[in-house]
């Protein structure tokens, strides 16, 4: 099992009120899969994939990744993982704005141990012709694919994507949860999305829903749809 987490236990403490956030969380996906994380604002989703990511840590519980107890790892392993095994997408681009595009790639693939090519990269990503350009003179779904090659070039284990759609329209949403597939298929990445549409569900091999930082419900899809077939 790719990622194993059980009983993973996380709070937030503001003065004398503490919030159990994540209450509990038990969750299974397989290497090369598509998961997708369901659930209302407010449930833990975010929480819950900055553990997995690394880049926050659980209070109790097991998070297995690959083999590996994140949440016992050293601040320099954990800052190696993050680095070499995690891609990460948000909804905001999070580029760097004073860099052209293929400099907002190579500053990662200048980091990485193992990175892809950066012109194989733009041209998986659909933007070989964009490489010299900054990030204000694109679209916003070019900006999300700059972030989606930046994320992959480093051909990580594990592509972590937070809302990847949410400031997007919905042909641009279709075309970017397309390329992500692609992305699935071409490097064998394991994929974990946060969303609110329900409807992106039916792309992912194992659908986890959270409320109130439990998984109510997880279910498998023996039949994945392509991306550009789902409509909401
Ligand atoms: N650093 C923090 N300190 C205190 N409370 C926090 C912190 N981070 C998150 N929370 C709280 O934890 C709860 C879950 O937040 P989280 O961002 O994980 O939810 P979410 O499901 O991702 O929501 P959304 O869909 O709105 O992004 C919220 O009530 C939030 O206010």
Redesign the pocket.
């Known amino acids: 099992m790719f990622i194993d987490i059980s009983s993973l236990k996380k709070s ?3 003065g004398l009120v503490k ?1 159990e ?2 209450k509990g969380i038990g969750m299974k996906l397989e290497k090369g899969e598509i998961g997708v994380i369901l ?12 553990i997995i990511g690394g880049i ?1 840590s659980g209070d109790s519980g097991k998070v297995v990744v690959d083999g590996v107890e994140i949440n016992n790892l050293s601040s320099d392993l954990l800052t190696e993982y993050r680095r070499e095994d995690i891609g990460f997408i948000f909804q905001f681009y999070n580029l760097v704005p004073n860099l052209t595009v293929g400099e907002n790639i190579e500053v990662v693939s200048n980091i990485s141990k193992s990175p892809l090519n950066i012109d194989e990269v733009l041209a998986a990503v659909g933007l070989q012709d964009k490489k010299r350009r900054f990030p204000r003179e694109l679209s916003g779904g070019e900006q999300q694919r700059v972030s989606i090659a930046r994320a992959i070039v480093k051909n990580p284990k594990l592509l972590l994507c ?2 990847p759609t949410g400031a997007l329209d919905y042909q641009t949403s279709r075309s970017i949860l397309r390329l992500l597939q692609q992305v699935n298929k071409k490097y064998g990445t394991t994929i974990l999305m ?1 969303t ?1 549409n329900a409807a992106i569900a039916a792309m992912a091999n194992r659908v986890f829903k ?1 409320r109130s ?1 439990e998984i109510v419900e997880a279910t498998v899809n023996e039949v994945t749809v392509p991306a550009e077939r789902i409509e909401w």
């Open positions: 937030y403490s503001s919030t956030v994540l659930g209302p604002s407010g449930s833990g989703k975010s929480t819950l994939m900055n926050d937070d809302e946060i609110h959270v930082g």
